[in-house]
C-alpha cells in the first residue's frame, strides 16, 4: 500500500525507518508537550518501537504509516480502530516540515484512501486545546468539532507526572 499525495506520500512503517522516526521526535518540545507517548530518549529506543509496534500494522484494524517527502521520511500517522467503524488518529510532522501543508495532504491522501479501500465511517481525533496549528490542520481536512474534555496527561522522562489537560474532540465522517 503505497499513497500518494499531491506532495508526499504515505506508506506502511518498515523497521528500516526507527532512524527517521526518532529525527521526527527528538529533542521536540511539541512532541513531548502534545505526543507524549512518541518522544523515544535514543536511537535504541526508536529501534524498538518501530520494530516492535509501528512496523506490525495490519492494514485493518492498526494503520502505522510514515509520511515520505523526496525520499525522507518527515512524518506519520498513526490510526486504530475503537468501537465500530472508527479509526482514532494521532498525527505528527517533523519540525523542519511543519506550516508547509504536508500534513493536510498526507491526510487528504489517507482519508480518500479509506473511502476507496475500507469500510470505516469515521476518524477521531482529540488534540490539546493549545496546539492550535492541529486545530487548525484537523478543520482543514474536514474535521468536525464534537465535545471539549478534560484528561490526564502521561508522565513522561522530563514531564515527571502527568497532569489535566483540556482536549478538544474532532471527527472526520467519511460517508
Not at 44 to 58: L, Q
Not at 130 to 151: C, H, L, P, Y
Request: with cysteine; net charge negative; glycine share 6%.
Amino acid at each position: 500500500m503505497i499513497i500518494q499525495g499531491n506532495r508526499c506520500m504515505v506508506r506502511p512503517f518498515n523497521i528500516c525507518d526507527s532512524g527517521a522516526f526518532y529525527n521526527m521526535v527528538k529533542d521536540d518540545e511539541l512532541v513531548e508537550r502534545f505526543v507524549p507517548y512518541a518522544y523515544q530518549k535514543d536511537i535504541e529506543e526508536a529501534d524498538d518501537t518501530v520494530y516492535n509496534c509501528y512496523s506490525k500494522g495490519d492494514l485493518k484494524n492498526d494503520f502505522y504509516l510514515m509520511i515520505e517527502c523526496e525520499g525522507e521520511g518527515v512524518g506519520c500517522i498513526i490510526a486504530t480502530r475503537t468501537i465500530g467503524m472508527c479509526l482514532d488518529v494521532s498525527a505528527l510532522l517533523a519540525k523542519e516540515h511543519r506550516g508547509k501543508g504536508l500534513m493536510t495532504d498526507a491526510m487528504l491522501a489517507f482519508i480518500k484512501w479509506l473511502q476507496t479501500n475500507t469500510d470505516y465511517d469515521e476518524l477521531e481525533m482529540k488534540i490539546n486545546t493549545e496546539n492550535e496549528a492541529s486545530i487548525r490542520q484537523i478543520k482543514k481536512i474536514g474535521g468536525v468539532f464534537i465535545k471539549t474534555v478534560m484528561e490526564n496527561t502521561l508522565a513522561t522522562e522530563h514531564s515527571k507526572e502527568g497532569k489535566q489537560e483540556k482536549y478538544e474532540v474532532y471527527k472526520v465522517y467519511l460517508r
